[in-house]
């Protein structure tokens, strides 16, 4: 095959044609063909046509000449896009000359979009491995057969939308905020009249930028706040276009952490900010006459000891207070200072973010249309046609003020989520008080523009396209309940049943289901979805009578409903209770309707009196061998068939590719096979069963296992249990774990809890461990008449964990450190530390006094700089009004655990910690005012240091919430 090709739009009805010495109607005419005209993209491919060259004619389809504008240029788009990649598929094609007559700008875009692949694979070497000092040049070389201005815009409008793909397309450990801000340094390199300004957290910080910062407390990566301003005007001082873009480099969810299977693509979550770059690189490049300022908030939302917490409060740039409801909403956080910096700041006339914000935008426009939320008609008529002509289409969405109270009914003015109903528009209306100068003063009209586009559903294209390869260019969805598919099916499909003591709606079918009831939801939705957790907020269900009909309507097929889903989590029991126990046990087996081929994680709660559910679980198990991630949560039962239960689940594979593994009624018979899974990375035992100190035998067997095991989480009721298991994992020198916890529930002995402690020494590397939590809970412990001072719970064993970040003890007994032990010892043998937490257990309380006092307090602050969340019993009663303690910085501190710590004056506490504590958001004391009534009587009131502390809160404005 010759190393030149030749491109041709080919139009059926112009037969007299002739480009660069070729006939495409001659040459089609030898190839078979129907009666009717060939359909846009249609590609037939030419060798030696003319000599030496290859020929790859593509049709634009029936009637080209009576098209409209907008429809032809598409259709060259499909043409050309579609030539080349089938060319791109021949390895010996290195230049390609294109016929661009009927629309060189469009030909241009669809040529340069089709020819793009992002890879990291090795061989061959790929032009986007990070390693490369050179550029690698493009796969193809294109040129036009006529040059013109038209394809050089094209060309660049091109190389624009693929950097933003690439941006996307990097994993997240090759696209943090610095290698991003780096990365756009770079492409911006010679572009005349541009300034890129990076700013770190220390300076949003001193703008007040308290939303943006609140998503970067949990991860480690630095986050940056990147500015770019070209000045192509002619007077340089002229108000300028503004972009703002959400740049999420990974969006783990935060404290309100997403699903593991399929995480990996919130990488792309940073769609907002790579679009905005890129339409400015594209700008600067073609000198459009504008002056042009682009924001762009970058940072992770990851869950790291410091993280920002649900329920938290905190005050934006604009002194408007905001609720966190869910950390997973952190877009509109990060945007709302972004928004209101940019339009005080630099007062521009017209300011346009863009993000891929909400979920309910992909049910409500899917792949096909942005939504926009605009306040200006001129500024949504302007996006409309720019739209329509590059076939990147919006539809105009609502922005009613009548939609507001769902965000603004909680503890402060705004709150980050406004419930499932209208999702994208609360988003919107949240942005909204954060554009300066959108409400007119004094009834003038307002000074600024503002449009909001959500591209959470455009940004990613789940079926390849004629020149738009599949991939990730967006969020995918992730449903937590039958809503989406009910909103997508008729109305006048069911009748409903309400349960006796339940909210929950059960739907029946009121008429026969068919594929046309069906064709919306398939079309527009079942493709994205990628997760479903069936959470316990739900409100309506299908009957099973429903999953029936549509399983009928579907053709029987599994996993029609969610074909490109990775993770399913189906209902529980309890989310069923007020209607009859036999609805979910005839309802169980339909979750294969959900079960697509790309299943990598699956999550079930089973009763096992029922065999149905029983049987459903273990044929879905039997079908997917290679899964990563497993939840398998059992009921009680009687008579021990749990823990065979969990045995027989365990033994359906080897599971040789499982990561996560969360698995209940783990007995001894069960603990070789978990210890022996090649690639486990995460372990959640709940409630072991009977497990023995391990023989020689066993301990010979284990201790070659849990080779890859880096997080363990133990829960259950009995610590005898919990202590010998421990004993199965390897020696520490073999250990890999880097976060272990342990929660109980029962009160045991105190030889019990302190062999615990000793037990981590023995099994937990010290160089690795990271995260460590031990601790029991629910355990109302009274108040004793007799009280042993000698008593207490012995650390020391826990010094050698000297990278230890996040470290809770919250045991029956009170760890009582000494002043020393706070002052000398912690800081020395816990450098590193983040979060601590010890004996401020909202259930117990406490029957001496704390041996250190607020000084020591400060001691320790001074000493561990890192510290974000302290929790420790101290005494707050020497406190004095006005004292003030110097070269301590407070500053970082958001979270402060006091436990049932002794206090006489609110006033003089809240004065303190005030001054020396800016930036605290929450006191956690023994307990919350909510739960009072319901845990204390008169036989067990109330400390009067707990209302003390509670009255603290109150005047310093804090959530108070039991530590």
């Not at 003020?401 to 209306?429: K, V």
Request: proline content about 7%.
């Amino acid at each position: 095959m010759s190393s030149a090709a030749l491109i041709v739009p080919y139009d059926p009805q112009a037969t007299g044609q002739s480009v660069a010495g070729v006939n495409p109607a001659q040459l089609w005419s030898l190839t078979p063909s129907g009666d009717k005209a060939p359909k846009a993209g249609t590609t037939r491919t030419f060798y030696n046509t003319p000599e030496s060259k290859t020929t790859t004619i593509s049709s634009i389809g029936e009637g080209f000449a009576n098209k409209s504008a907008e429809v032809k240029r598409e259709l060259v788009r499909k043409s050309v896009g579609s030539a080349v990649k089938e060319l791109k598929a021949y390895e010996g094609v290195k230049e390609a000359v294109v016929d661009a007559s009927l629309d060189p700008h469009a030909a241009a875009v669809a040529a340069h979009l089709a020819l793009y692949k992002f890879t990291l694979k090795t061989s061959p070497t790929s032009p986007f491995d990070p390693r490369l000092t050179e550029p690698i040049p493009e796969k193809i070389a294109f040129s036009p057969i006529e040059a013109s201005k038209e394809w050089d815009r094209g060309v660049v409008y091109a190389q624009a939308q693929n950097l933003a793909r690439t941006l996307m397309e990097y994993p997240a450990n090759l696209m943090t905020p610095t290698i991003f801000t780096e990365r756009v340094k770079k492409e911006f390199e010679g572009v005349a009249n541009v300034e890129i300004i990076v700013h770190d957290e220390a300076w949003a910080e001193e703008k007040g930028m308290n939303t943006f910062l609140s998503v970067t407390h949990g991860t480690s990566e630095p986050a940056k706040f990147l500015e770019i301003h070209y000045k192509g005007a002619p007077n340089k001082d002229d108000q300028p276009l503004a972009f703002v873009g959400k740049g999420i480099t990974f969006d783990s969810g935060g404290i309100s952490l997403k699903p593991g299977a399929g995480m990996k693509l919130m990488r792309a979550d940073m769609g907002g900010a790579a679009t905005v770059v890129s339409a400015a690189l594209a700008i600067a490049k073609l000198q459009i006459p504008i002056n042009l300022v682009v924001s762009t908030p970058l940072t992770e939302n990851m869950p790291g000891p410091s993280a920002t917490k649900p329920g938290d409060i905190v005050y934006a740039m604009n002194g408007k207070s905001v609720e966190v409801d869910n950390t997973d909403a952190e877009g509109r956080l990060v945007l709302s200072d972004a928004i209101w910096y940019t339009s005080t700041e630099y007062k521009p006339h017209t300011l346009i973010d863009v993000a891929t914000l909400t979920g309910a935008m992909v049910i409500a426009l899917g792949e096909v249309f942005s939504g926009v939320f605009s306040s200006s008609d001129e500024l949504w008529q302007k996006l409309y046609e720019a739209g329509q002509i590059e076939h990147d289409r919006f539809w105009r969405m609502p922005l009613d003020d009548e939609f507001g109270p769902q965000i603004h009914s909680s503890n402060a003015d705004l709150q980050n989520t406004g419930g499932r109903p209208a999702g994208s528009i609360t988003a919107a209306l949240f942005l909204k008080p954060h554009v300066n100068g959108l409400e007119g003063k004094d009834g003038e009209e307002s000074s600024i523009k503002w449009a909001h586009i959500d591209i959470a559903g455009t940004m990613e294209a789940t079926r390849p396209g004629p020149y738009q390869e599949k991939g990730l260019t967006g969020r995918p969805v992730r449903i937590t309940s039958f809503k989406p598919l009910i909103a997508c099916l008729p109305s006048d499909l069911w009748r409903f049943e309400k349960g006796i003591l339940s909210k929950l709606r059960v739907l029946h079918p009121a008429r026969t289901i068919n594929q046309k009831d069906l064709k919306r939801y398939l079309t527009y939705y079942a493709d994205r979805i990628r997760q479903f957790h069936a959470e316990d907020h739900f409100h309506e269900i299908l009957s099973a009578e429903a999953f029936k009909a549509l399983k009928l309507a579907a053709n029987g097929q599994d996993g029609v409903l969610a074909p490109r889903i990775t993770s399913l989590h189906w209902l529980e029991p309890s989310q069923l209770n007020g209607h009859p126990r036999t609805l979910r046990n005839r309802i169980y087996p339909f979750f294969s309707l959900f079960m697509g081929p790309k299943i990598s994680g699956l999550g079930f709660v089973v009763e096992p009196e029922y065999s149905t559910q029983v049987d459903c679980v273990r044929s879905s198990l039997e079908r997917y061998p290679d899964l990563k991630e497993l939840d398998i949560t059992l009921c009680h039962s009687e008579h021990g068939f749990s823990e065979l239960l969990a045995l027989e689940y365990l033994e359906i594979h080897p599971w040789n590719h499982l990561e996560t593994l969360k698995i209940s009624y783990v007995w001894d018979r069960t603990i070789p096979i978990v210890a022996s899974l090649p690639r486990l990375v995460n372990l959640h035992l709940v409630d072991l069963k009977e497990v023995p100190l391990p023989n020689a035998s066993h301990s010979k067997q284990v201790n070659r296992g849990f080779a890859t095991l880096e997080s363990l989480e133990i829960t259950g009721n009995d610590l005898p249990n919990i202590v010998n298991f421990i004993q199965y994992l390897p020696v520490a020198a073999n250990s890999r774990i880097r976060a272990f916890a342990v929660t109980a529930y029962d009160e045991s002995t105190v030889t019990n809890r302190q062999q615990l402690i000793k037990l981590v020494k023995v099994h937990l590397n010290p160089s690795v461990l990271q995260r460590l939590k031990l601790a029991q809970q629910h355990i109302l412990i009274q108040e004793r008449m007799e009280v042993d001072p000698d008593i207490r719970l012995d650390i020391s064993p826990l010094y050698e964990y000297r990278n230890l970040v996040d470290l809770e003890v919250n045991l029956v007994e009170d760890v009582w450190p000494t002043p020393e032990e706070v002052t000398q010892q912690f800081p020395a043998f816990w450098p590193n530390i983040s979060s601590l937490k010890l004996s401020v257990d909202p259930d117990i309380l406490d029957h001496r006094l704390p041996r250190i006092n607020y000084t020591h307090i400060m001691e320790l602050l001074r000493a561990c700089r890192n510290i974000r969340t302290l929790g420790l019993r101290f005494d707050a009663t020497g406190i004095r009004r006005g004292e003030k303690i110097t070269e301590v910085d407070g500053s970082r501190l958001s979270a402060l655990f006091v436990g049932d710590s002794p206090i006489y004056s609110p006033e003089r506490v809240s004065e303190f910690l005030g001054e020396h504590f800016p930036q605290l958001e929450g006191l956690h004391t023994f307990t919350s005012e909510e739960s009072i009534e319901r845990m204390y009587t008169d036989e067990m009131p109330l400390p009067m240091y707990t209302h003390r502390w509670v009255e603290v809160a109150h005047r310093l404005d804090l959530l108070t919430l039991p530590s």
